[in-house]
């Protein structure tokens, strides 16, 4: 009986440290910034993203699988925004499809010193990378599959990125927009990506070019991109519905 008690009360301290040790950085580690949206629940975004922040790693890596160890990899909720039917069509999408992207660019603007058009050509002279890792979606399933691309890193440091810069927003021809900080931005794993599986990128997992960030959800890796905007301040992308930070 003494021992049960021992144990209850000992994991009843951890647990009560630990609270207050989550609390404590909570108030003292910096926050993006970002808005409640009005919400209770949107302040819980601040919590997690500098409680996670401040105890892992920031250069922790998602493991990585060998080629044999790829699945099949469905395209769950994708809407394609070059399907005139579609609720997020995009008649600009839909004409670079048209010419198999060789007319298609990805813009980098906001707070860096070369602002340029990058074409698909432009991004693969650039250093590249292949990695792969299991993709974890919000609805619970997950799958393992093959990216390549050039790290955003790379091309941050091509485009000439300010030093007070702290969020990169990620613009798409679906009207989707979200963003990440420099901690996840500078991550080596963190890819644009413009090939999968050894194959270019297919149109039903973001085709010419999408974003892969292997420390978060799934739905934190943008398809169809069209736009990176560097930003020193946090850019609203309306209530979405979903956590902007959603570390793994």
């Known amino acids: 009986m003494k021992k049960k008690q021992l144990i209850t009360r000992r994991t009843a301290l951890i647990t009560g440290i630990t609270a207050l040790g989550s609390y404590l950085l ?18 819980g975004d601040n919590f997690t993203y500098e409680a996670q922040r401040a105890l892992l790693s920031k250069r ?8 044999g160890d790829i699945t099949s990899f469905p395209a769950v909720g994708t809407i394609d925004p070059g399907d005139e039917k579609s609720t997020t069509f995009s008649k600009d999408y839909a004409l670079t499809r048209r ?8 813009s980098v603007e906001g707070r860096v010193a070369r602002p340029r058009q990058y074409s698909l050509a432009d991004l693969q002279r650039l250093p590249v990378r292949t990695q792969i890792t299991r993709h974890s979606c919000e609805e619970g399933w997950s799958a393992i599959g093959e990216w390549t691309g050039v790290p955003l890193s790379q091309l941050l440091q091509h485009a000439g990125i ?6 990169v927003n990620f613009y798409a021809f679906d009207g989707y927009l979200d963003s990440i900080d420099m901690i996840d931005a500078f991550h080596p794993q963190t890819l644009l990506a413009y090939g999968m599986n050894g194959k270019p990128l297919p149109v039903q997992h ?33 209530d979405s519905g979903w956590a902007w930070y959603t570390g793994i």
């Open 26 to 43: 909570y108030r003292t580690v910096k926050s993006p910034a970002m808005p409640t949206y009005g919400s209770i629940l949107r302040a």
């Open 60 to 67: 922790a890596l998602a493991k990585e699988y060998s080629r």
């Open 99 to 106: 010419h198999d992207f060789s007319d298609w660019n990805l």
């Open 162 to 167: 300010y030093p007070t810069a702290r969020f």
């Open 206 to 238: 973001g085709a010419p070019l999408r974003l892969r960030v292997e420390t978060q959800i799934g739905y934190k890796s943008v398809k169809y991109l069209k736009r990176v905007v560097v930003t020193d301040e946090y850019v609203d992308p309306g």
